[in-house]
Structures are given as structure tokens and as C-alpha cells.
């Protein structure tokens, strides 16, 4: 699987961005997939993930805020980012997990994208 991510930007605090991140080369739709987040020195972070079946699962920080979902068809996982703030700010990777469930560990995801630079200005 090649995970290619996109739709990061700069935004101003309280604004929205929409990240994609298509798959190619094989299917996902029986694969749980995520979204990270990382900013220099420090571990990568967990965001958000759905399962094969749709259910999903955000970190505390940003639950309310952002949306995961995923369209099979397309081969392609989304993340609405709402109301944004500073603190979103990093590079944001999607992830696909060999499993169909996943979970919140980065070291659990086999394939990652090449992540979009998320800037969220005060």
C-alpha cells in the first residue's frame, strides 16, 4: 500500500482544513486507518482512527473538533479539522494498520504516508 496525504495548509485559529490521504496499489477497505501528528523532537501523536466497519476513535484534544471518516470506493480516509488551534500545529501522517481494528499505537501501522504540514496561526 502507498498512502499519499494532502490538504494541509496555514489557517488561522478557530478556522478548518479537510486532510486526504488516498491509497493505491492495494485495497484498505478491510484495514483500521489512522491519523498522527508530529512536531520536531517530539513523539509522533495520536489523532484519530476508524476501523474497517467505520467506528471511530479520537484523542481527548481533539474530540469535538475533528471528524474521521473514510470512503472505501475512493480508497481514501479523511480528517475534517475544525476550530483549530496553535497547538494543532504540525506535520499530520495517515497510517493504515494490518489489522481491521487498530489502535492508538504508531508502531501497530504498517503503511504511512508522507504527512502535510498543518499550521494554525494565533
Known amino acids: 500500500v502507498q498512502l499519499q496525504a494532502s490538504g494541509g495548509g496555514l489557517v488561522q485559529a478557530g478556522g478548518s482544513l479537510r486532510l486526504s490521504c488516498v491509497a493505491s496499489?492495494?485495497?484498505?477497505?478491510?484495514?483500521?486507518m489512522g491519523w498522527f501528528r508530529q512536531n520536531p523532537g517530539k513523539e509522533r501523536e495520536f489523532v484519530s482512527r476508524?476501523?474497517?466497519?467505520?467506528?471511530?476513535y479520537y484523542a481527548d484534544s481533539v474530540k469535538g473538533r475533528f471528524i474521521i471518516s473514510r470512503d472505501n470506493a475512493k480508497s481514501t480516509v479523511y480528517l475534517q479539522m475544525n476550530s483549530l488551534k496553535p497547538e494543532d500545529t504540525a506535520v499530520y501522517y495517515c497510517a493504515a494498520n494490518l489489522g481491521s481494528i487498530g489502535n492508538s499505537s504508531p508502531g501497530t501501522y504498517r503503511y504511512w504516508g508522507q504527512g502535510t504540514q498543518v499550521t494554525v496561526s494565533s
Open positions: 496499489k492495494r485495497t484498505i477497505s478491510n484495514n483500521a
Open positions: 476508524i476501523t474497517w466497519t467505520g467506528t471511530t
